[in-house]
């Protein structure tokens, strides 16, 4: 996505393909704000390592950075519902509801 209404460059073309996606200001800095604690928690686990620190104690840790990442994933899957495929769906490209269920399936593994 291209231009200033975020559709995409190519969705004119035969061979539908999204490879970016225009976010606003505040999805973008709620997304990163987010990514940055994940970023912190990995680096506390990565010290904890350094420093000898119980087992248990890394994989509690290890266990929390997993959840926040799956909470992250959730919350780009939803606004990726949200915007991307609901606009796709209500300007007929319903080959976005295809990419959707293929994108479901691999992140359930």
């Given amino acids: 996505m291209n231009d200033a209404d975020g559709m995409c460059e190519c969705a004119g ?4 393909c999204h490879t970016k996606k225009v976010r606003s200001k505040e999805e973008h800095k709620k997304l990163v ?13 990565r010290q904890m390592v350094d420093d000898d620190a ?6 509690i840790q290890v266990s929390a950075a997993i959840a ?3 909470s992250f994933s ?5 606004e990726h519902i949200r915007t991307c495929v609901a606009e ?4 007929g490209k319903y080959e976005t509801v295809n ?6 399936k691999k992140i359930m593994r």
């Fill in 13 to 16: 073309e035969k061979n539908y």
């Fill in 33 to 45: 704000n987010r990514l940055s604690r994940i970023e912190g928690q990995i680096r506390g686990i």
């Fill in 54 to 59: 119980y087992c248990i104690n890394v994989l």
């Fill in 68 to 70: 926040a990442l799956s």
């Fill in 74 to 78: 959730k919350e780009l899957l939803a």
């Fill in 88 to 91: 796709d769906i209500s300007n």
């Fill in 99 to 104: 990419e959707l269920a293929e994108t479901v």
